[in-house]
């Protein structure tokens, strides 16, 4: 399945201790913060071409637009490559860049932990959380680490194989990322809903998880 990822809208807040709060929401406001401008001007642009594969994993894609990844989103889940049970777990691998002290890049080894909690009236719920699996004691690349992990919870329509809803949620802290009394505080939320159309359905061939079969 290939399809063009494209943000039609955003809220968003920023807010730092000793300095007022900063927000902007695409559909109201004219003046865009200076801490928003690249968000601004990516909104209802093409932002990249993805193909997945059935089971959702990314297995081509050309950026239109250099993109932050704040981790707190994704655009499709990780599905089981068979059916399984409820309670089942399965995982997906990934790194991510950051920047050390030196200014050199370091690989960071994470990995993603999928399970399926419940499934009713055909949605199933899966749980999603990041596992850092690479040791990390710096305060500075835990800071940059936690903008990149996901928790939260997926509700997967088993009858058209697609996301119905997502809920993803952040909370974090790290002390010492810039000098022995600092800290930072990363709190978000992301949650998105199918929209409902009323054209035809296109075809669909997603594998979606079930506690029919066993592992």
């Excluded at 068979?82 to 030196?102: D, F, H």
Aim: with cysteine.
């Amino acid at each position: 399945m290939t399809f063009v990822h494209v943000v039609e809208d955003a809220e968003l807040w920023q807010k730092v201790t000793g300095k007022d709060e900063v927000r902007y929401d695409s559909k109201r406001n004219e003046v865009v913060p200076e801490n928003y401008i690249k968000v601004a001007e990516a909104i209802g642009k093409p932002l990249a071409t993805i193909t997945v594969s059935p089971a959702g994993t990314i297995v081509r894609r050309d950026d239109a637009i250099s993109q932050f990844n704040p981790g707190i989103g994704m655009l499709l889940p990780q599905l089981p490559q068979r059916s399984v049970k409820i309670g089942a777990r399965w995982y997906s691998m990934e790194k991510v860049r950051v920047r050390l002290k030196s200014g050199r890049v370091q690989a960071i080894q994470i990995r993603k932990q999928y399970k399926l909690e419940q499934v009713k009236n055909g949605l199933a719920t899966i749980s999603v959380r990041t596992q850092v699996l690479t040791p990390v004691s710096d305060p500075k690349i835990q800071s940059q680490l936690m903008q990149r992990l996901q928790h939260g919870t997926i509700k997967f329509d088993l009858d058209e194989g697609r996301i119905y809803s997502s809920k993803m949620e952040l909370d974090e802290r790290v002390i010492g990322f810039r000098g022995a009394a600092s800290m930072i505080h990363y709190l978000s939320r992301m949650t998105e809903t199918q929209v409902i159309s009323t054209g035809p359905r296109p075809p669909c061939s997603s594998t979606a998880p079930s506690d029919a079969q066993d592992d």
